[in-house]
């Protein structure tokens, strides 16, 4: 038994001698490095377990370690470290085994003591428990008897390439070591969470996006930080690999979405994808690379994102060339951050000492990149803050200057109006007196200018309207054919002038009678034959109007005959639309392209240009415009116009071509001739053959032979010996004799240009079809004075002139009336008199028209009368006029200048009976 005891007593001797530098823990100081004096298993096959060290033969094979690092690969294989401690004094002491850059390993202690030692050889027992992970370093608990060795045994399992130290700690240092460890985390955590919680409060105030994703890229990171300190292995129990996986995982997310963030912030939302691409695949080979270039697991991160903050930064002083608003920011956070992660890697490298490194660079890099994130996303919401203010303010401007122009032009159309009041009803009543031909051209003249200055009057309004995006159509139903000729004629002095043709074509199947705007159609017609205008020197232009492939929907094309423009030209169409504009080579105000374009929406279509060079120039738009349901009368039946032959003279190839068309859809025969010689020729040649032409429809202006030497020639021709009916056409300027016209045996003549129902009334009344208009009468005179009462009008007008032309338009139909210059008077007189009707000016002194209005209604309704329409009269034409006359108590509306026929449809749409009145001749 002694024999025994003393065999086993001596082989525990031997195993305890044969670890060299047993180390005693109450000499040595905390902090020491024990890593020269471990000595080192590598087991490649994984094949050792503790239990194996029990006998003496595996014990053998340790090597000592003589170096101030230890190197660990992942590439298999187990590492077993052997070291002696020992305890002399009476107390139990316990220590810690720090192994500083140890991450990512499965670590294991193992102990022999003493008392464990057998015949076989020492009894190890397993240590759980006593292995914590920090965030750089892993820490082995260790307790040892009062006067005992030990033999400790630390198995590491490595994942990746890692260069460890061993140090000694005692309890108090341990726990100083831990205590920074869990201030610095708490710091990075509170730090973290303050950013995020400021990216929120900044989304919930602006609701950008942005700061968003910045609490979502800074979330990563901290994710990606609790991984990187071990924490996520403890809280969700993972083995090694999937805390390996967890730990290139979250450092993938939180760099790329980095990375895309502040490619977003700097404006290069296109670039994304493919940096992304690029980045990720840089950062993969960046990290098999370093993965065999260096032996610390740390490089296969801090390496790829040295050079994406090197990137950063370039990108940073590229941006600053740009004048971008967060340039500075990712330029000054960069270059710290890559300063940061060099002094890692220098550290992890063992390049320097610990005394020149901060030991924890990583953590300061991470709130380094996080802080970018928030102040990046702060300065570019203050700025959009600021640009935002700026830009209401600014539109606040805008729109005060808007509201004072419509104020002054609302008020500049009402003095424009009056006076225009009296020209234009004046000389309208200046009509139905004698006058020679001279002063009737002059009145003309005066009443076209009028009429003309109103039109422009008006187009300012709108123009008001369109850019404050007031303007809404006001559907009615309206001759189509009719504003189209008129939107031309109103350019036939220019024409002459320029000598340029202006021409209608409109298909037969276009009803006459549409719903639509007619106003803003007359407008947009009106602009679009200004531009073309602007662009030739002389040729023609053409209108045309036909179905489009729409229901309901119309197409109008304006074309010219100019030249063009080339492919190659950088000035296109538009371009050159706008230049026209600002040249204002024409006497018309027309809009602008953008309120064309507008108008042309609210119509429910689309505007089109196009331009070859030596064809000329096209512009077309499409418009909804549908038939109406009460359909202008045609009293003309133009069946008899059915086999009876036109023939079409003009030297202008497009009117022969749209007369002949007209002419073919009312099933005549057509012949065309481009010359006074040539049409003579047919004329006498279907004379010869027994046929004969009916109709002759000329142009007086042509080369060669006019259109009077033409008709002349053609009266005396003994070889034509029918009646021919001969239709001249003119410009606005051409006025011929009437003598020298009838002698020439022209019955009729049309100013170009002209519609297709207008010539055919002239072709029916030529050859004695019809005799009559085919105007409707609007007030005829009354047949029983017992069945009608006697329209009876009271007037509330204080401008003279106004005065005037109402009454002299109710003489000229027949109306009695009574006149008042106020709101006041006209109220006592209401409630005097006897009236069917009421005109009332809107503004008057006193008492003006809405509260004059109001008065009536309440007096009215006091004594249970029956209401008397009151039509507004107004030299206002904004909308808000219209409303505040409807909200008083008013029935209708009519803008100054007045005219008569619109007067005469109020009143006749008002009477309270049929009330019928003929015009007398006064």
Same mark, same amino acid.
């Given at each position: ?36 004096? $471990? ?78 030692? /057998? ?70 955590? =509170? ?73 977003? +912030? ?33 490089? /296969? ?12 930064? =370039? ?43 901060? =030991?924890?660079?990583?953590? +300061?890099?991470?709130? $380094? ?20 203010? !700026?830009?209401?303010?600014? @539109? ?20 424009? !109006? ?145 030249? =063009? ?112 010689? #040539? ?42 010996? @029918? ?15 009437? /003598?020298?016209?009838? @002698? ?17 009334? $002239? ?57 008042? *210059? ?82 005469? *449809? ?11 009145? #003929?015009?007398?001749?006064?």
């Amino acid at each position: 038994m002694k024999y025994y005891i003393s065999l086993t007593l001596l082989l525990f001797i031997s195993i305890f001698a044969k670890a060299d530098n047993k180390i005693d823990i109450t000499n040595t100081t905390s902090g020491s490095d024990l890593t020269a004096k $471990v000595s080192i298993i590598f087991d490649p096959k994984n094949e050792l377990t503790y239990e194996h060290f029990s006998q003496s033969n595996v014990l053998n094979r340790f090597t000592p370690n003589h170096t101030p690092f230890i190197n660990i690969s992942k590439k298999g294989g187990t590492y077993w470290l052997q070291l002696a401690l020992v305890n002399p004094s009476r107390k139990e002491q316990v220590s810690y085994i720090k192994i500083r850059d140890l991450q990512l390993a499965e670590t294991n202690i193992y102990q022999a003591i003493e008392s464990s030692v /057998t015949h076989n050889g020492p009894f190890f027992y397993s240590t759980t428990g006593n292995v914590f992970v920090g965030h750089d370093a892993t820490y082995i608990r260790i307790k040892i008897p009062e006067e005992t060795s030990t033999l400790n045994l630390i198995r590491i399992h490595p994942i990746s390439d890692q260069r460890i130290e061993l140090l000694f700690l005692d309890k108090e240092h341990y726990q100083e070591d831990i205590l920074e460890n869990n201030w610095m985390q708490g710091i990075f955590a =509170g730090i973290l969470i303050t950013l995020v919680t400021t990216l929120l409060y900044l989304y919930r105030t602006s609701r950008n996006t942005s700061s968003l994703a910045g609490a979502a890229v800074i979330t990563l990171i901290g994710f990606f930080y609790i991984t990187y300190t071990g924490q996520t292995k403890a809280i969700f129990d993972l083995n090694q690999l999937q805390s390996l996986t967890m730990y290139y995982l979250t450092f993938g997310l939180a760099f790329l979405s980095y990375l895309s963030l502040t490619l977003y +912030l700097c404006g290069l939302k296109s670039q994304i994808k493919k940096i992304l691409i690029f980045a990720g695949t840089l950062g993969v080979i960046l990290m098999v690379t370093s993965h065999h270039l260096y032996a610390n697991h740390l490089t /296969t991160i801090i390496i790829p994102s040295l050079v994406a903050c090197l990137a950063m930064t =370039g990108l940073g002083f590229q941006q600053l060339t740009r004048k971008n608003h967060i340039a500075s920011n990712l330029v000054f956070s960069s270059i710290i951050a890559s300063v940061l992660l060099t002094a890692n890697i220098i550290h992890a490298l063992g390049i320097t000492p610990d005394m020149l490194t901060l =030991g924890f660079e990583d953590s +300061l890099t991470l709130i $380094v990149l996080s802080m970018f994130i928030t102040t990046a996303i702060g300065k570019l919401l203050f700025i959009h803050t600021q640009s935002s203010n !700026r830009q209401y303010r600014e @539109n606040k401007v805008r729109r005060e200057l808007i509201t004072a122009k419509n104020s002054f032009l609302a008020q500049f159309s009402h003095e424009m !109006r009056t006076p225009l009041n009296g020209v234009v009803g004046m000389t309208e009543l200046l009509f139905d007196t004698p006058l020679s031909n001279n002063q009737r051209e002059y009145i003309s003249t005066i009443q076209e200018s009028g009429e003309r200055l109103m039109t422009m009057i008006n187009d300012v309004i709108d123009y008001t309207r369109i850019e404050s995006r007031e303007l809404s159509l006001n559907e009615r139903t309206f001759d189509l054919q009719s504003v189209v000729v008129q939107c031309l004629t109103d350019f036939s002095r220019e024409a002459e002038q320029k000598q340029i043709e202006l021409i209608t074509d409109i298909a037969n199947d276009i009803p006459q009678m549409v719903r639509g705007d007619n106003e803003r159609l007359r407008q947009i017609l009106h602009g679009l034959i200004s531009h073309l205008f602007n662009l030739i020197e002389h040729g023609e232009i053409i209108v045309s109007v036909e179905s489009n492939s729409t229901p309901n929907q119309l197409r109008f094309q304006i074309r010219d005959t100019g030249i =063009g423009f080339k492919k190659n030209q950088n000035s296109s169409l538009f371009d050159a639309y706008q230049q026209s504009k600002a040249n204002l080579k024409t006497s018309d105000l027309s809009l602008n392209l953008s309120m064309i374009q507008e108008l042309i929406h609210l119509m429910g279509g689309e505007l089109h240009m196009a331009s070859e060079f030596g064809k000329g120039n096209v512009i077309w738009f499409t418009a909804n415009m549908p038939a109406s349901e009460v359909e202008k009368e045609d009293v003309f039946d133009d069946s008899v116009l059915e086999g009876l032959h036109l023939l079409a003279v003009d030297d202008n190839v497009s009117i022969t071509k749209v007369i002949a068309h007209h002419a073919h859809s009312w099933g005549m025969e057509t012949s065309i001739a481009h010359g006074g010689p #040539e049409a003579l020729a047919i004329l006498r040649n279907k004379a010869s053959l027994e046929e004969k032409i009916d109709v002759v429809i000329l142009d007086y202006k042509m080369p060669i032979m006019n259109g009077i030497e033409l008709a002349a020639k053609i009266k005396e021709d003994n070889l034509i010996t @029918n009646d021919v009916l001969v239709i001249m056409l003119t410009g606005l300027n051409f006025t011929p004799n009437n /003598t020298t016209v009838k @002698n020439a045996g022209i019955r009729h003549i049309l100013t170009k240009p002209v519609s297709g129902s207008a010539l055919k009334q $002239v072709i029916l009344k030529g050859l004695g079809h019809i005799t009559h208009s085919n105007a409707p009468a609007e007030l005829h005179q009354i047949e029983d004075p017992n069945r009608h009462k006697t329209l009876n009008v009271l007037i509330a007008e204080d401008n003279q002139v106004s005065t005037k032309v109402i009454c002299g338009m109710l003489r000229k139909i027949g109306v009695s009336y009574e006149v008042t *210059s106020n709101g006041e008077q006209a109220y006592d007189a209401f409630r005097n008199g006897d009236f069917n009707i009421v005109l009332m000016d809107c503004e008057m002194p006193i008492m003006d028209g809405f509260e004059a209005t109001q008065a009536i209604r309440d007096w009215e309704k006091r004594n249970k009368k029956t209401e008397v329409p009151i039509i507004a009269l107004s030299a206002h034409v904004m909308p808000q006029q219209k409303a505040m006359c409807m909200d008083c108590g008013m029935n209708d509306y009519i803008e100054k200048p007045i005219e008569l026929s619109t007067l005469r *449809s109020k009143l006749r749409d008002w009477a309270p009976v049929v009330t019928v009145v #003929e015009e007398t001749t006064e």
